[in-house]
């Protein structure tokens, strides 16, 4: 049975192998997928894996939509005023956003559900919608969600705007599978969408905006290494390295990605003890559409992946979450570390169809996301300016880490079993909580006829 050591725990508690690693891809500043940055990080994190004496250290390449950002502005007349905002810290473009100059009518729909578009002629319009979802309606609508919305009411542009004060403009992705999304986009501060919602409620305002961006092809890498004896089924411990520029991507994923070198470094440590072998990816790309992980879990036998754990959104706190999916096995080998070490781990059985679990969830495969859990409503400052070193704590990385290693080893036990599923009983849970709503909205819902994987032109 394979056991950390109280010697490797207390390792981990001076280690600063993945803290080390999170302040050498904070200091490259853009790892935007497709860009100089992402493949440097590539590098460094293959380094990283060498360096704690992982097997089989490999970068693999595949092809994806680049987006690069230029300049936007959104210009608006208000009463006998003009305002125009340009600052980084009032409005960013959102990854994807095709260029385009559109003057429009402002209007603000709340929060951008989709009752609120329904029956609603938006054409020509500049919309607005918020970045929050209302705590009791059932699940999380998506920013592209929004997005999409907006477009199919005959918008011209869209602007998502914070709910969080003094947290910036958020970023992230609503570009289409193969190309920029249908309309301009921006993200927008807290501060800004509360003076332009000031300025709807005095009646009809204009406003122009004005966005600078390109998109074309490039290229992501996968890394990825092994642990543990030479085993035909494997249990994956996965994050992502990419981020997007606006910030420097170190909670969203920096701190992931640190996670997969840590716990690498402490079941290297217990080669000899795993009784099956450990695939540790980092993947790339993630951010404007989860390449990374189609790519992956499309050009590989999943009958012998025993089960994914993959982080991403864990470094808010060192109080980890396992969000399961509904495949129970692999919350109580959680529950077990928990029971262990005297911590909590908390569990949850929804769907989560975002991050890189989901590829392999969608088929049946077993999956858990890992993330930590958060005070406040939202990214915080994920997605910002203000992802940044900083806001995390290495304490955190040390405690999650410690966990996740434990709980990843246990899952590597024969006696461990965790099953898979058919993929109509996912698809069920999508349905059953209203996920397959946005999902086609987005033009990603992977069930129907030939598309259970949208992204499959990009090989």
């Known amino acids: 049975m394979t056991r950390l050591s109280d010697e490797v725990v ?24 497709g860009h100089e940055g992402e493949r440097t990080g590539a590098d460094l994190v293959a380094q990283a894996f060498e360096d704690v004496g992982l097997d089989d250290v490999s970068l693999d390449p595949f092809p994806i939509p680049a987006w690069w950002r230029g300049d936007a502005s959104l210009t608006v007349a208000h009463g006998d005023r003009e305002t125009t905002f340009a600052r980084s810290h009032e409005l960013v473009e959102l990854p994807g956003t095709p260029a385009g100059d559109v003057t429009g009518e402002l209007v603000d729909m709340g929060y951008g559900l989709p009752e609120d578009f329904e029956d609603v ?3 020509g319009d500049i919309v607005m919608a918020s970045s929050v ?29 914070n709910h969080l004060e003094g947290a910036l403009p958020p970023t992230g992705n609503i570009g289409s599978v193969n190309g920029p999304g249908p309309i301009p986009a921006i993200g927008a501060s807290k501060e800004v969408g509360a003076r332009l919602q000031r300025y709807c409620a005095d009646g009809t305002v204009e406003a122009d905006l004005s966005v600078d961006a390109d998109v074309s092809r490039g290229t992501s890498h996968n890394i990825e290494a092994t642990v543990g004896p030479d085993t035909d089924e494997e249990v994956l411990f ?30 290297a440590q217990v080669a000899d003890e795993l009784e099956t072998k450990v695939r540790l990816v980092v993947f790339g790309a993630e951010e404007t559409g989860l390449y990374g992980s189609y790519y992956w879990s499309h050009t590989h036998d999943l009958s012998k992946v025993k089960c994914i754990v993959n982080v991403d959104g864990a ?27 005297e911590i909590p781990v908390h569990t949850e ?14 088929r049946g495969v077993a999956g858990a996301q890992g993330r930590s859990s958060s005070d406040g409503s939202g990214r915080g ?28 080893a246990r899952l590597a036990r024969d006696d461990v079993e965790v099953s898979h599923v058919d993929d109509a009983e996912i698809r069920q849970a999508c349905l059953d909580d209203n996920f397959d709503v946005g999902m086609k909205a987005t033009d990603s819902w992977p069930w129907g006829g030939e598309k259970d994987w949208p992204w499959k032109d990009q090989l």
């Open 121 to 123: 002629d938006l054409t």
């Open 133 to 161: 979802t209302p705590d009791d309606y059932g699940r999380w609508v998506h920013r592209s969600e929004k997005y999409h919305y907006a477009a199919e009411s005959g918008a011209a542009a869209f602007v998502f705007y």
């Open 238 to 267: 996965t994050a992502h390295v990419d981020g997007h520029d606006v910030g420097t991507a170190a909670n969203d994923n920096g701190f992931g990605t640190a996670m997969v070198v840590e716990v690498g470094s402490m079941l």
């Open 381 to 408: 400052w994920g997605h910002t300016h203000g992802d940044t070193l900083d806001k995390l704590d290495v304490r955190d990385l040390r405690d999650m880490s410690i966990l996740c290693a434990a709980g990843v």
């Open 349 to 362: 059985s929804q769907v989560r169809p975002n991050s890189d679990h989901w590829p392999f969830v969608q």
């Open 315 to 341: 470094g808010y706190s060192r109080n980890l979450e396992i969000h399961d999916h509904g495949f129970s096995d692999i919350s109580a080998a959680f529950e077990a570390v928990s029971d262990e070490y």
């Open 10 to 33: 207390g390792g981990a508690y001076r280690s600063t192998v993945g803290w080390d690693l999170l302040a050498d891809l904070e200091d490259l500043n853009d790892r935007m997928p």
